[in-house]
Each structure stands twice: as structure tokens, then as C-alpha cells.
């Protein structure tokens, strides 16, 4: 089994950046792809950004140029740098693993961007 858990959410003025980790523990060798998503109040979840096994990676368009993706795969750790950030990327913040037969969520960390 799998299992992710988000850290470094916060509260951070508009232009200003952050960096989130999803550290995965557990049979880690089956995760195909990782991804973050995020959830905003009253709105339906998206996909923000997602690194595959050999690193590719995907971004939505609202948040590339602003958002990078990365992986440690020795920490089992991805990241998600941040930056530029705007009132309208507050939300909740999703880790996701996936792979063969399995789909894991973290339990999200918050990130509140003042004007």
C-alpha cells in the first residue's frame, strides 16, 4: 500500500511564493505518476501539475510559467515550487499517487494568498 502525506502550505501575500512537498511511504516502487491537484471553496477539484515515473511533466494552464514540479526520488518526496502566487490559487492543496490499480489522497494542506 501507498500512502502521501502534504506538507508546507500557509498563508503568503500575492507574488510571493511556496513550496509544498508530498512525501510518499509504503510500496512507493508502484507509483506510476504523481500529481497535484487543488480544491478551491465551492468550486469542483483540478489538476494543477503532474511528474511521471521518468519526470515528465504536465502543468494547467493557469498556473504554468508560475508552477514547477519536481522529484527527490531517493526522499519518495514531490514538490511544488510556487511562485508569482495570486489571490486565486487559494485552496487546498491535493497530493495524489498513482498506479497500477490504485489511486491515493493526502489529506491536503491549505495555501490562503492575501491581496
Known amino acids: 500500500q501507498v500512502q502521501v502525506v502534504e506538507s508546507g502550505g500557509g498563508l503568503v501575500q500575492a507574488g510571493g511564493s511556496l513550496r509544498l512537498s508530498c512525501a510518499a511511504s509504503g510500496s512507493t516502487f508502484s507509483i506510476n505518476a504523481m500529481d497535484w491537484y487543488r480544491q478551491a471553496p465551492g468550486k469542483q477539484r483540478e489538476l494543477v501539475a503532474a511528474i511521471s515515473r521518468g519526470g515528465s511533466t504536465n502543468y494547467a494552464d493557469s498556473v504554468k510559467g508560475r508552477f514547477t514540479i519536481s522529484r527527490d526520488n531517493a526522499k519518495n518526496t514531490v514538490y511544488l515550487q510556487m511562485s508569482s502566487l495570486k489571490p486565486e490559487d487559494t485552496a487546498v492543496y491535493y497530493c495524489?499517487?498513482?498506479?497500477?490499480?490504485?489511486?491515493?489522497w493526502g489529506q491536503g494542506t491549505q495555501v490562503t494568498v492575501s491581496s
Open positions: 495524489n499517487a498513482r498506479g497500477y490499480g490504485f489511486n491515493v
